[in-house]
RNA sequence: GCAGGGGUACCGAAGUGGCCAAACGGACCAGACUCAAGAUCUGGUGGCUUAGUGCCUUCGGCGGUUCGAAUCCGCCCCCCUGCACCA
């Protein structure tokens, strides 16, 4: 069969049909939903329904991605030529556009490429309404996004301040992880600069991960042989390493250098330790790293163990104290105070760690290391704040952590100081550092009035699948203030700094308000967008007539941008990829929630699995893509949006694995020509259910138990199962139908495609409006409606199932008894006594308990006359009650006569139907073996 | 580290208290068809047994609850995703 011309054929139908292009239809209840796999599937499943079905498709192309391609083109990067020449087969004569500007770039991607998006999702026959589509650069658009972000400013929503980055000095640019060489993943880690103030004024400052700990302070550490620097800060003066002067420079403008100190020099001295108020003194070490922090280290030797191992060799060290003047004596009283419980470690976690270790001395850097993740870890989940910390006492450790540092930062007696977990180097060669950003806009997710009514909202959607919940809930509690602004990239002007532009989570958030009226506004100018006409198409504010005239816009347009919003909200569902959750899906909720009335916003979320190939990520610049153009043109659409499908359901992970679809493949298309086959011969007269015999009961029954389970699974965006139910499992039952059928019906067949037709529309729609066209429709099958209310026959697909189980028998019995050729099959039907104990054991027995059931046998005065075999049937049965729980009698003997020829056929000999306690051939006495729903077998 | 999701036979994957030695698909093996290959069909694929059976071992590991656990509870190990300026 020719699969292809038969997708053109239906994709022009449709075009001219309109049958993707919904109008207003107060009729109809509107469904919208947005266009991304699997979504074509669940909105031509909703048209099933009788629904109203919208769903367009737009162009994100903010931030730098497209900036990013253009200059690599620009500048002739190879890897990046060769991507989009060899796998987007662009012409290299066309490669002038795409380095033209970011603008045409975009625009030939989208509209000129051959093998572009546009291209390959019309070749997917997905069925949207492209009259809506957009850009996130189009004029319209981004007024759009303006007077979004001006009705978050309003309530309070967008706020200033500062923001540490991770940043190249030479670049000049925040960089994210695709922009270096090394060090991706790693992150900014906020430090305590605590200050030390000297007699003479000047503060020595330590950096410190574990502001809790300054109760335990009993001296600081200083290199004795490492030049130190005197920065001013504003009107302080503060000591320490030229490696983080230069880091903290980008940090805090306007600070100096403006002298320098030898660490000997300092020795000796005392320094007032913040959060304590007491005096301590300047100790020399040699682990102090002037790369790490300011080079000055805070010493407390009960929780951090290098601390008191340094301490300990230095008290035990005469000369080194004598070298650099220490009191002996004084030294050698410092002790460690204990500072934090744990269950596990005590109160000297430190020292009881360096003991368990056996740490001698300062060398063993590894063991040291192994020791602070250690104590750090325990003492932050375990540990409890003891007496020595004054009214910190008592208290968790990572609650007092936050506290404590807030109260020093408010003191003065520290601030905060951004340093990178680990060395990060940007793809320019230039060592990363921490920046400062200090005109950072934040969307304030934050805010906890917003957050509450954000909650309300998540809490009426629904969530597919509903283990996702969870998630948004612990995203919506943990959600921060989130930068908003960037100074590179495509994008709408951040309204109130226009050289800022809005960062792509920014601006995708209500868009989809947006499509509800993009071929509208299309043609309206830009420059008359203002704030008051959005909010009159949103919001419903304001009177249409003197906006129109006040801002020359057509009122009827107006009007029907206003209804059209109107009737298409809120949105069905917003869809997007599982890791979106905590951004972009969590974002949208939240947007919505502060913009629209609550009953215009979104009634569900669907979170989609990532798509792998050959069990590899997809990567467009490692080369492992497929484009879907490629895969349509050698597969067939239909085929392709089948297999995305048959693997996995939508949330989990899909593995593309061509070889595996292309097997799959060929069955598919034999079925499907099968079906193809049984169209040719059918009539669309009324079944007649008293007319059908037993196999076509059975098979009418599966078809409509397969439609069930179908619309079902539907529901439940299950779509796999469902897929399975009408494809894979209809196969088998459409194969046993094959083989056991007596006569054609060709009111079956008509049933029988009809639905199939219909069921499979939202995965194969041009094969589905093929079938539906061949059996003699005229309309679009997609202006049909799914069967609602399907009965089934229990009886009659018991009695297939009876069939099916005495075929499987007889060959398994074949095999063991070895009769290649049995020259007579007779099977037995069970005896009424047996049906009744079955019921009786039914009705009594809830498990499969063998004494009981025999009891319950004896206690029937029939069934007891039967002596030592009822007791050996009870014991079969009760095995087996759960097996049999809820099965019916069913006239066995009755079924059994009438697939007799089948029998007969399908084993090439005679067989007889015999009543086990009527028969008279029955040679080596296996009647007696019968059990209900288990004929006994005999042959020879 | 924190949060969420997972670990099932050779592989992918169903299965949430007894119909489970575990659906379905792939791979593999045997048989049928064929000159042959491919395609297709039939049967098989934990072990031992057997006229359609019965028993033993198995669902990341270890314990527990239960007459009964892949399924429920506790602890542990491993994998995936996200953790914010990357869309």
């Not at 266009?35 to 162009?59: D, E, F, Q, S, T």
């Not at 795409?98 to 770039?105: D, G, K, M, V, Y």
């Not at 967008?158 to 993943?185: M, Q």
């Not at 003047?325 to 204990?338: G, M, T």
Request: proline share 5%.
């Amino acid at each position: 069969m020719d699969f292809k011309s038969m997708e053109e054929k239906w994709q022009k139908y449709w075009a001219e049909q309109k049958v993707f292009e919904p109008e207003i239809d107060k009729n109809k209840q509107a469904f919208y939903i947005q266009a991304a796999y699997p979504y074509p599937i669940i909105a031509k499943y909703n048209m099933l329904k009788g629904k109203n079905v919208l769903m367009p498709m737009g162009w994100h192309v903010s931030g730098t991605p497209v900036i990013a391609a253009v200059e690599a083109l620009q500048r002739g990067d190879e890897k990046t030529v060769k991507m989009f020449t060899e796998r987007f087969h662009i012409p290299k004569e066309d490669l002038k556009y795409l380095t033209a500007s970011p603008e045409s770039f975009v625009e030939y991607m989208i509209n000129k490429a051959k093998y572009g998006y546009k291209a390959g999702f019309k070749k997917l026959g997905l069925g949207i309404d492209w009259r809506r589509e957009l850009k996130t650069i189009d004029e319209q658009y981004q007024r759009f996004i303006e007077w979004q972000y001006k009705k978050l400013y309003a309530k309070g929503y967008i706020r200033k301040g500062h923001y540490p980055v991770r940043y190249c000095p030479n670049c000049r640019n925040p960089v994210g992880d695709h922009d270096l060489s090394e060090g991706e993943g790693l992150g900014i880690q906020e430090f305590t600069l605590l200050k030390f103030r000297l007699q003479s004024g000047e503060y020595l400052v330590a950096a410190t991960l574990r502001p809790e700990t300054v109760f335990g302070q009993t001296n600081i550490w200083i290199r004795p042989d490492l030049e130190y620097v005197i920065i001013k800060v504003g009107k302080e003066e503060w000591v320490a390493s030229k490696e983080f002067f230069e880091k903290f420079q980008h940090q805090k403008p306007g600070i100096e250098k403006i002298g320098t100190v030898k660490g000997s020099e300092l020795i000796g001295k005392e320094v007032l330790a913040p959060g304590i108020e007491r005096k301590i003194p300047v100790l020399p070490a040699s682990f102090c790293d002037p790369k790490t922090g300011t080079g000055i280290v805070t010493s407390v030797p009960s929780d951090a163990p290098i601390d008191y191992i340094a301490l300990r060799d230095l008290q035990n060290d005469e000369e080194l104290m004598k070298k650099y003047h220490l009191d002996v004596e004084k030294i050698k009283a410092i002790e460690p105070i204990p500072i934090i419980k744990t269950p596990e470690l005590g109160e000297l976690a430190a020292i009881k760690v360096c003991e368990e270790l056996k740490i001698k001395n300062q060398r063993e850097e590894e063991k040291l290391e192994e020791a602070k993740k250690l104590v750090y870890k325990l003492g932050f989940h375990k540990g409890i704040m003891n007496e020595n910390c004054g009214k910190y006492a008592n208290m968790p450790v990572n609650k007092a952590k936050e506290l404590v540092k807030k109260e020093l930062i408010e003191k003065r007696e520290a601030t905060k100081f951004y340093e990178l977990e680990g060395r990060v180097v940007c793809r320019c060669g230039t060592e990363v550092i921490v920046r400062v950003l200090e005109n950072q806009w934040f969307v304030a997710y934050s805010d906890p009035k917003w957050k509450e009514e954000a909650k309300k909202t998540l809490g009426g959607m629904r969530i597919v699948p509903g283990l996702f919940r969870t998630q948004y809930e612990n995203v919506f509690e943990w959600l921060e203030d989130k930068p908003c602004t960037r100074s590179k990239g495509l994008g709408t002007k951040f309204p109130w700094q226009k050289e800022l532009v809005l960062e792509p989570l920014a601006d995708s958030t209500i868009y989809m308000a947006y499509f509800t009226i993009a071929h509208l506004i299309k043609n309206v100018p830009a420059e008359k967008l203002e704030e008051e006409v959005f909010d009159y198409i949103f919001l419903n504010k304001g009177n249409v007539s003197k906006l129109a005239k006040k801002y020359g816009i057509d009122e009827k347009l107006l009007k029907e941008m206003r209804e059209s919003f109107d009737y298409w909200y809120p949105l069905a569902y917003n869809a997007s990829a599982i890791e979106l959750i905590p951004n972009h899906m969590s974002f949208s909720i939240f947007q919505h929630t502060a913009i629209f009335p609550p009953e215009k916003r979104q009634l569900g979320t669907l979170n989609l699995g990532m798509v792998v190939l050959e069990g590899r990520k997809m990567s467009s610049s490692k080369g492992n893509v497929v484009l879907i153009n490629d895969l349509c043109e050698l597969l067939g659409s239909d085929f392709v949006r089948f297999f995305l499908m048959n693997f996995v359901e939508p949330w989990e992970e899909m593995n593309w694995q061509q070889r595996e679809v292309e097997k799959g493949i060929s069955r598919l298309k034999r079925f499907i020509e099968e079906i193809f086959s049984i169209a040719k011969n059918v009539s669309s007269g009324k079944l007649k259910l008293e007319k059908m015999d037993c196999v076509e009961k059975w098979f009418w029954s599966r078809i409509n138990s397969k439609i069930k389970e179908y619309t079902q699974a539907m529901e439940n965006i299950e779509l796999r199962r469902a897929l399975q139910a009408i494809s894979f499992q209809l196969m088998k039952d459409l194969a046993w139908y094959n083989k056991r059928k007596m006569k054609t019906s060709k009111e079956l067949n008509y049933y029988f495609v009809k639905n199939f037709a219909l069921c499979i529309a939202p995965f194969m729609p041009h094969i589905a409006e093929e079938l539906w066209h061949k059996i003699g429709n005229k309309e679009s099958v997609f202006k049909a409606k799914l069967p609602e209310k399907l009965e089934t026959d229990a009886k009659a697909e018991q009695g297939e199932e009876l069939i099916m189980n005495i075929v499987a028998d007889i060959n398994q019995v074949k095999k063991l008894a070895k009769l290649e050729k049995p020259n007579k099959i007779v099977l037995y039907t069970a005896s009424a006594w047996k049906y009744r104990l079955l019921e009786l054991l039914q009705q009594k027995l809830s498990e499969p308990n063998v004494g009981e059931a025999i009891k319950i046998a004896m206690s029937d005065g029939k069934i007891k006359s039967k002596g030592n075999l009822a007791a050996n049937v009870a014991k079969q049965l009760a095995s087996k009650i759960i097996e049999l729980k809820g099965k019916k009698e069913i006239d066995e003997f009755e079924v059994l006569k009438e697939a007799k020829p089948f029998l007969e056929k399908t084993f090439g000999c005679e067989v007889l139907i015999e009543k086990e306690e009527k028969t008279e051939y029955d040679p080596k006495g296996k009647a007696k073996n019968a059990l209900p729903f288990k004929p006994a077998i005999y042959m020879e």
